[in-house]
């Protein structure tokens, strides 16, 4: 007589099913830890969101109070560029030493103001839209009272703002007497 399969023991079928809830326990318990973790990158994702925006609203409000700041030195040194200006109807007139110092400070004043705009995180197209115009009249008004290498020399970044601008962007008709 052939002898059947041997009967198992009991303590292997045992062993299996400790086995078999270990392994989904372990299942349970990475599903869950999954699950906590993508939602923590949620909220972090949210966060992240909340301060790039509140960043951009910072550098916003920087930049306004920078051109407000600006606004207030251009007004106070504009009749010096608008008597300067006058050389573009007449190439004869000659400038007073104060006059041209007055030129020279406020065109320095553009060359920051061109650096500001020459920079890739200035967000605000409007302001150049605004500036634009009158940093590129004081650019030709300094051009006939200096020599022009000499202001580009002097005044890099207002030359590369000038050179760069847009084509629709020109600078106002002088207003000849």
């Not at 109070?65 to 573009?88: E, H, W, Y």
């Not at 995180?121 to 150049?128: Q, V």
């Amino acid at each position: 007589m052939s002898a059947g399969p041997e009967p198992r023991r009991w303590w292997a079928n045992v062993a299996t099913l400790v086995a078999v809830a270990g392994l989904l326990v372990t299942m349970i318990f990475n599903t869950l830890a999954v699950r906590e973790n993508a939602r923590q990158s949620e909220l972090q994702a949210d966060e992240a969101a909340r301060s790039a925006e509140h960043a951009r609203a910072a550098r916003l409000d920087t930049q306004i109070g920078m051109l407000t700041s600006l606004s207030t030195f251009f007004q106070q040194t504009a009749p010096a560029v608008d008597r300067a200006g006058n050389k573009l109807c007449n190439p004869q007139l000659q400038l007073s030493a104060a006059t041209r110092a007055e030129l020279l400070r406020q065109v320095g004043g553009y060359d920051y103001l061109a650096w500001l705009f020459n920079q890739r995180t200035w967000t605000m197209e409007s302001a150049k839209r605004y500036w634009g115009p009158g940093m590129m009249q004081a650019f030709q008004v300094a051009a006939t009272q200096f020599r022009v290498d000499e202001v580009i020399e002097t005044f890099p970044e207002l030359a590369r703002f000038v050179r760069n601008a847009p084509k629709d962007l020109k600078p106002p008709r002088p207003h000849c007497r």
